[in-house]
């Protein structure tokens, strides 16, 4: 691995913004697309499979802007302004990490969702190709609902395109967990929402953040420590997190997909201004 993508979480809002980030970006002259790994982190484990699966960056970013074009979502309801005083009610009396994880799979495993196959068919519909790229390797990341250990999904893994990018987007309370032969899984967020730190090893790292340094649940690698670490391992780092006008756009419940419209368009501004400006 001598480059590597890494693709955080972030909702519906999310996915719209990278797309629209990534596209910019490349109409500005840089592609940062062209890597050997990517790790996909939640939302970031969509536009991950989005990039394997042989469109376009024009052509996915007319999948967020083009109401025709767009998936088939169910509208979720997360207030980021009022999420960690939820957050205190399900983690009361934890104190260790890997007790945080478990207690956020049971939190998802007793809450009251839509039915897991009504989600799936939503993933279904994210992605344009349900089979594992040859031309890039993808690394999505999701947790164990009962063990709280991570499970990093790779085309090795046995399990379909679908149900790994569905784990990695199964938020606590919000999302049914996924099965997978005998075990559930919920977001990789649960980990961390960036997973940042398993790019170790690469040359060159771009880390992008729909959510900036904001980790949604208590974790034990914090971006900024994960960044820290890798430059001090000898790697070259990049960090983009929205501009204003993005996050005006991702707005305070990225699971509305009323947000991916003025998201992707934030998002490619952005990246088209980032490159204009150095």
């Given amino acids: 691995m001598t480059e590597a993508l890494v693709l955080g979480g972030g909702g519906i809002a ?3 913004w990278m797309t629209g980030l990534l596209t910019g970006l490349a109409e500005a002259g840089t592609d940062v697309t062209k890597v050997d790994t990517i790790i996909g982190t939640s939302a970031g484990a969509t536009v991950a499979a989005q990039l ?9 970013y007319t999948r967020q802007t083009d109401q025709e074009a767009q998936a088939a979502e169910i509208r979720g309801n997360v207030d980021l302004e009022n999420f960690g ?13 890997p007790e945080m994880r478990r207690a956020l799979g049971r939190f998802a495993l007793g809450s009251s969702t839509v039915p897991e196959m009504a989600r799936r068919a939503v993933i279904e519909s994210r992605l344009p190709s349900h089979e594992w790229p040859t031309t890039v390797t993808l690394k999505l990341i999701a947790v164990d609902a009962d063990s ?3 499970r990093v ?3 090795s893994s046995g399990v379909a395109l679908v149900d790994a990018v569905h784990a990695s987007c199964a938020v606590p309370g919000l999302w049914p967990p996924v099965t997978i032969r005998d075990r ?7 980990r961390s929402n960036t997973s940042a730190d398993l ?6 790292i771009l880390v992008i953040a729909p959510l900036g340094r904001m980790e949604l649940f208590p974790c034990e690698k914090p971006l900024t420590a994960s960044i820290e670490e890798l430059r001090s391992s000898g790697s070259e780092v990049t960090l983009i997190e929205p501009d204003e006008g993005s996050r005006a756009a991702i707005g305070i419940n990225p699971a509305d997909p009323s947000t991916r419209r003025p998201a992707a368009e934030a998002g490619r501004a ?7 400006t150095g």
């Fill in 148 to 150: 709280g250990d991570t």
């Fill in 270 to 276: 952005q990246g088209r201004q980032m490159r204009s």
């Fill in 153 to 155: 999904f790779d085309s």
């Fill in 184 to 190: 559930r899984y919920v977001d990789g967020a649960v």
């Fill in 14 to 16: 999310g996915i719209a």
């Fill in 199 to 204: 790019a170790k090893g690469a040359r060159r």
């Fill in 85 to 97: 005083r939820d957050l205190k009610r399900v983690l009361a009396g934890t104190a260790a990490f």
């Fill in 52 to 60: 394997g699966s042989g469109l376009t960056l024009p052509e996915l």
